[in-house]
């Protein structure tokens, strides 16, 4: 194996990156998603919590990182692009999007997409008319190597849910069965360079005379299912593309780190079984099917019952029974330099009682720029001065955790793909 050679070529492909277009297309777009986090959040609490270059430098410097990650595992696993039917997917996801935007995601259209493909393929060997109609290639995917690919998408994903996913999380006012609580909205958007793989055939004379390394026995893991003709050889290159990837959360009965931690865990979970069955699918075909419906009906699964354990526990961040509780602190904020935290209890402010929200609100909109702060902490009582500068009038970088008196907040509706699609229909219809 020409070990210097391989780094060298996946080297030099990965960093044509910063010539690619549609990367920084998505780095673009990207940035449009969190400014309309920074746009909500201004609307809601008056001031944004981070700036726009921060988001997205942390997400174009996390998915740097897991474009790396992503390219070695492709260049290992040998999967040719070309093969995998990318192009159905594609427009199938786009139209998942119409029915959820959670719904454009490679688990959910290329499950379905590797389903038909193997049933077809199954079916068509008894009923020629059934594939007599369907492009030959679609019955042709690569199934195994699709699979391999969402599975290899989504343990990406996982590493950066868990070096990033945590980072500047959003305050945000939730209405549960429990009332209206406070917490956090983890929403993380990557940019993803990645080397991809082609496999084609060429004459042996031409394989021979290129640069190219020479590969172990065993690689390819997923193998090419192009022919090969007599006097030509298999030869695999590599190239750059483009992908992005997206992660949502709510962080409400757990801290936002603990969240993206835990969702990390079980994302990396379903990603490796996933690559194990469309492992096991190459070697033993009737296995396909049950792999390709595991890739949506796994990730679907893994979604309901990470949010039904999240609502299920006790809210973490509710009123205390005297005072307002800190929910989030603006960084570099006057509360921020004065020294308070999430989680702190205010019990006055320039010696008058917080009350509630509304009266909390109150006295900051009424109170000149300095704010004396009587402060719980765990079990030690503490006073704080802070100098808010005039553009804090408002709220001075705080946060507070709602009560039944909040005038905003936002609601969870769950629903499966079924009930969202019912939904979308009654609402197309009723137009």
């Known amino acids: 194996m020409d070990f210097r050679l391989l780094v060298r070529i996946f080297i030099q492909t990965y960093s044509l990156f910063l010539l690619h277009p549609l990367f920084w297309l998505v780095v673009f777009l990207v940035g449009m998603q969190y400014n309309r986090t920074i746009k909500t959040e201004k609307q809601v609490f008056g001031s ?7 988001h997205t430098l942390i997400a174009a410097l996390s998915g740097l990182l897991g474009g790396l990650l992503a390219s070695a595992l492709l260049v290992f696993s040998g999967i040719s692009l070309v093969e995998i039917g990318i192009y159905y997917v594609w427009p199938l996801a786009l139209l998942f999007l119409l029915v959820n935007p959670r719904y454009l995601c490679f688990a959910y259209a290329g499950g379905v997409v590797g389903a038909l493909s193997a049933l077809l ?88 005379s290129a640069e190219a390394a020479r590969m172990p026995q065993w690689w390819p893991v997923f193998a090419s299912s192009t022919a090969v003709p007599a006097g030509q050889a298999l030869m695999y290159m590599m190239f750059p593309i483009v992908a992005g990837l997206g992660y949502g959360d709510l962080a409400v009965s757990t801290d936002p780190k603990q969240k993206s931690k835990s ?76 020294g308070l935290q999430g989680g702190d209890i205010i019990l006055t402010v320039n010696g008058l009682e917080t009350g509630n929200y509304y009266f909390f609100q109150n006295l900051l909109q009424n109170a000149g720029p ?62």
């Open 263 to 338: 969702s990390a865990l079980n994302l990396g979970l379903y990603s490796i079984v996933l690559i194990a069955l469309a492992f096991l699918a190459l070697h033993y075909p009737p296995a396909i099917i049950p792999a390709a419906l595991f890739a949506p009906l796994g990730h679907e699964l893994l979604i309901i019952l990470g949010n039904k354990r999240e609502f299920a526990g006790a809210p973490l961040f509710v009123p205390p029974l005297q005072g307002v509780r800190v929910l989030d602190i603006f960084p570099g904020s006057a509360a921020a330099k004065a």
């Open 48 to 54: 944004a919590k981070f700036s726009l270059w921060q």
């Open 121 to 208: 393929r199954l079916l068509g060997a008894y009923f020629p008319v059934l594939s007599s109609g369907l492009p030959a290639d679609f019955a042709a995917i690569n199934i195994p190597g699709l699979l391999a690919l969402i599975g290899i998408l989504h343990l990406t994903e996982s590493f950066l849910i868990a070096i990033s996913g945590h980072l500047y999380p959003s305050p945000l006012y939730l209405k549960t069965e429990k009332g209206v609580v406070g917490g956090f909205s983890l929403h993380k958007f990557w940019p993803l360079p990645l080397v991809g793989l082609v496999a084609a055939a060429v004459p042996e004379a031409a394989a021979l």
């Open 370 to 431: 300095f704010l004396s702060l009587r402060v719980i902490r765990g079990e030690e009582e503490h006073s704080l001065l802070i100098k808010r500068r005039a553009s804090e009038k408002a709220h001075a970088g705080i946060v507070i955790v709602p009560d039944k008196g909040v005038p905003a907040f936002m609601e969870v509706r769950q629903l499966n793909f079924f009930s969202a699609l019912s939904e979308k229909l009654r609402r197309f219809t009723s137009k």
